[in-house]
């Protein structure tokens, strides 16, 4: 189903496949579930040896990864590789390069980061595991409804879609965040070929559809129309002036902060903006703000205060 249509385009896929989940976590397990299973299928990664035994497939993240990978590492029995991050908070390619071996079986990198929103170096990301023919995974949950619109405002927004050779297998999506929709319309998942849903695919006789790929079967379709509906009246100018009015005001925010000596951990790239004090402990300053009404969350690689400015309808 196209609920996603309007970022097509932006996707650069003529026939993306698209899927409607519960959340990101779950459009995530799904990537690393396609992952693993085609390299089972194509690679005989994870398969039991009489001779050689098992070896456990391995998935290489960021650091900065949402903690949904572990939960799919948990379930599907893989072991979960942490890429070190550069002074920047992106991952760090030669840290992604230095933990490919035999038994990766997909690399993951992220497009706007759960703590700080920051974009890894996607495009560098995708040639290294084209040029290694392993599965490559964008979790872009937080960016996705930002990115291909700033650019409109003459925003630099690094490449992250499926206009990287061959590299991007998978994007996760999630409508509930920039995408201003109501949750649970939760995560959204782009699959680049078929092939993705079909090795993940079980036979559903009794049902209309005959097969599932999703994790979730049974569920609400309410939150699928609310989507549509917020797409519909949103279009591209809508989510191109909320995204751009957003980081009017987190550069606002960052502008303010340092003039009144906080320190930025760095600078905003999408509308997440973190910060410490030179004085103050970060939780001291957390529960501070708390006490003015200000309810704040506090990041943790590094600890610091984390503020993501929203827009509206």
């Not at 990766?104 to 495009?123: F, K, Q, S, Y």
């Not at 560098?124 to 040029?131: I, N, R, Y």
């Not at 291909?148 to 050779?165: A, I, N, Q």
Request: with cysteine.
């Amino acid at each position: 189903m196209k609920l996603l249509k309007i970022l097509d385009p932006f996707f650069h896929l003529k026939n993306p496949l698209v899927m409607l989940l519960l959340g990101g976590t779950e459009a995530n397990l799904m990537a690393i579930r396609a992952a693993r299973n085609m390299a089972r299928e194509e690679k005989d990664i994870g398969n039991i040896d009489s001779e050689n035994g098992y070896s456990i497939p391995e998935i290489i993240v960021p650091k900065s990864a949402h903690f949904s990978f572990k939960k799919a590492a948990d379930l599907l029995n893989l072991k979960l590789i942490e890429a070190d991050l550069d002074e920047n908070y992106r991952v760090d390619i030669e840290s992604v390069k230095k933990n490919i071996s035999d038994n990766t079986i997909a690399i993951v990198g992220v497009a706007g980061t759960t703590e700080l929103g920051m974009i890894d170096p996607i495009e560098d990301l995708s040639k290294l595991a084209h040029d290694n023919d392993i599965y490559f995974h964008v979790d872009a949950a937080f960016g996705g409804f930002s990115i291909p619109f700033l650019k409109d405002f003459g925003y630099e927004m690094p490449v992250f879609d499926f206009s990287l050779e061959g590299g991007v297998s998978s994007i996760t999506v999630d409508p509930h965040k920039m995408g201003l929709a109501p949750i649970p319309s939760g995560g959204g998942i782009i699959f680049r070929e078929k092939k993705y849903l079909d090795v993940m695919a079980v036979k559903s006789p009794y049902l209309t559809s005959k097969e599932q790929s999703t994790i979730v079967g049974t569920r609400l379709g309410a939150p699928a129309a609310a989507t549509w509906a917020i797409m519909q009246y949103m279009g591209r100018e809508g989510y191109a002036k909320n995204a751009n009015e957003c980081m009017i005001n987190s550069e606002f925010l960052a502008d303010a902060l340092f003039k009144e000596d906080f320190e930025l951990i760095v600078e905003p790239e999408l509308n997440i903006v973190a910060f410490t004090h030179p004085e103050i402990p970060t939780d001291d300053l957390a529960n501070m703000l708390e006490e003015k009404g200000w309810m704040v969350s506090v990041s943790s690689y590094p600890k610091a205060i984390r503020i993501v400015l929203m827009g509206g309808i």
